[in-house]
């Protein structure tokens, strides 16, 4: 039981970093109808600028806020300087330039910092942080920020007019323009704040998963299957869903021991996790392509 | 008096296609002025090319001011309100956000509030539906919320894209009644487009009449409306 309960919170705490980034690669979508495959690499880049800023000394909650509004500022720049010559292209040029990304912060992450593996700080006290048996003090910890950190951005669209506008912008940029709102702005505004989401994600997730240049690359496929089962143009679902992802790779794994426990026949175990995630990433595109949460988009034709 | 907006020359382009040729009109400040014409005539395109949505040739003075150069959202922001055709519903937005999206700019909460109000007293059955999704309201409802949201603009001059099409006529005489009122209250000048020449040339004081992207009959609402030869060979009534 007690381990049931330890593999369920370390699930929600991975679901807490694929909700982020399934929430950066959503809030990108529904603006542009574009996956951006270079999201994972982005919030690598940004965990390594938070590790640069504390090997220089800074703290680490000082380096966390520096290094998530670095990203913001990159996310607008990148949209920008390079998506936005491109906004005609077709959608194959798009993904080209995606792919271009990723490579480029991949090598120059690795040219910059080597592709030896680091270690990362935690930021949570052990002795203060986490109930015995059940979460460790990281785990709770990331639960707890990513938490923070979504309700805010929750709170930021749903409340404010500029949140309202990049949504108004996101659902209908013709009208959004109509009515004043300068939507090339409101689109480098949402790369900007998906970049900050997803350098939350890496700077949390690093402590677990070790800081290298190739660290984000599993965790953008578990993010995109958990978009996917959400539902991939809603951003609560794709939060949902990064939590249900989470929770299920940890889930299936424990099964498969429990089974080889009792029957000595070994199924499935935690080398499955990665292709537990991309076995829901085709199941939920053949049986339900708009999610669980997600609604069929009928085009007039 | 000089025209609020003045028109000369106006050539438009869908890619290679041009679909305006040489149209010309002016509007005079306080006035309600209406296009006529065929479908396909370019009656929606003038609208456009106004807001600067398709690509133009051609002189567009607002207020004595050249807009030629200007995107659509700074157009916008000269207080010149477009109603499109379709009504431009942010379906996924709730009633009091399609309402507010337009004066999300402005900082003085109390003062977008009283305005809600003032907008709420043209357009009461919105107000019963505040909170509602604005995709789940019914065509006449969505036509009264895209004159309401271009009224929060707190507009000079409004654009109107056929704003009776596919409603039922009495929903139709009370939305022409209320953007009479528009027009007499908040002294907003108007812009209409019309398939329904008879409707539009009652609330019009000036009527122009395009034919496949040239500008062919202009004169008073009154003058135009009466002559028999007009009516017949380009209002089809």
């Not at chain 1, 690499?41 to 965990?47: D, H, I, K």
Request: with cysteine.
């Amino acid at each position: 039981m007690e381990q049931f309960l330890q593999q369920v919170a370390s699930g929600l705490a991975n679901g807490a970093i694929y909700a982020c980034v399934a929430l950066a690669l959503v809030m990108i979508y529904v603006s542009t109808d574009h996956i951006n495959f270079a999201q994972g690499e982005m919030a690598m880049f940004s965990t390594y600028i938070s590790w640069q800023l504390m090997s220089w000394g800074v703290s680490f909650w000082i380096a966390f806020i520096l290094a998530v509004v670095l990203s913001f500022v990159l996310g607008v720049v990148i949209e920008r300087v390079i998506l936005r010559p491109l906004h005609n292209a077709p959608v194959l040029s798009i993904v080209v330039v995606f792919i271009g990304l990723l490579a480029i912060f991949n090598s120059v992450a690795g040219a910059i910092w080597s592709y030896l593996i680091k270690e990362y700080p935690s930021p949570f006290p052990k002795s203060s942080f986490g109930i015995a048996g059940v979460i460790g003090p990281h785990q709770l910890g990331v639960v707890l920020v990513t938490l923070i950190v979504l309700g805010l951005l929750f709170a930021f669209f749903r409340y404010t007019p500029l949140g309202l506008a990049m949504r108004a912008a996101a659902q209908n940029p013709q009208m959004a323009r109509l009515v004043g709102v300068r939507v090339d702005w409101m689109l480098a505004l949402g790369w900007g704040l998906a970049a900050a989401v997803g350098a939350v994600a890496g700077i949390m997730v690093a402590h677990i998963v070790y800081l290298d240049p190739n660290m984000m690359g599993g965790i953008l496929l578990y993010a995109f299957a958990g978009a996917l089962v959400g539902g991939i143009g809603n951003p609560g679902g794709a939060v949902l869903g990064g939590f249900i992802v989470g929770v299920l790779e940890n889930m299936v794994a424990f099964a498969g021991n429990q089974i080889e426990k009792a029957s000595g026949i070994y199924i499935i175990g935690n080398g499955e996790k990665l292709t537990v995630a991309l076995i829901i990433v085709i199941f939920v595109l053949t049986v339900r392509p708009a999610g669980i949460f997600g609604r069929v988009v009928v085009k007039r034709v | 008096m000089a025209a609020l907006l003045e028109v000369k020359g106006l050539k438009a382009f869908y890619g290679q296609t041009q679909s305006l040729y040489d149209v010309g009109f002016e509007i005079e400040t306080g006035g309600i002025t209406t296009l006529l014409g065929a479908n396909g005539a370019g009656k929606t395109t003038t609208l456009r090319a106004i807001c600067n949505m398709v690509r133009r040739e051609g002189l567009i003075r607002f207020d004595g001011k050249d807009i030629k150069n200007m995107p659509t959202e700074e157009v916008v922001r000269l207080r010149i309100a477009h109603v499109p055709e379709g009504r431009g519903t942010f379906t996924t937005l709730t009633v009091d956000e399609n309402l507010r999206i337009a004066a999300y700019t402005r900082k003085d909460k109390a003062a977008v509030n009283r305005e809600l109000e003032r907008v709420f007293s043209y357009f009461p059955r919105l107000q019963e539906r505040v909170q509602q999704q604005a995709g789940t309201l019914s065509g006449g409802e969505q036509q009264m919320l895209a004159i309401a949201r271009a009224l929060m603009l707190g507009p000079r001059l409004m654009l109107l894209d056929e704003p009776s099409f596919g409603l039922a006529p009495l929903i139709v005489v009370e939305i022409f009644r209320i953007l009479r009122r528009i027009n007499e209250e908040e002294k907003v000048s108007i812009l209409l487009v019309e398939q329904n020449a008879a409707l539009a040339l009652d609330l019009a004081d000036h009527a122009y009449v395009l034919e496949t992207g040239h500008v062919v009959m202009s004169g008073p609402s009154a003058v135009i409306k009466n002559d028999e030869n007009i009516r017949k060979s380009y209002l089809g009534y």
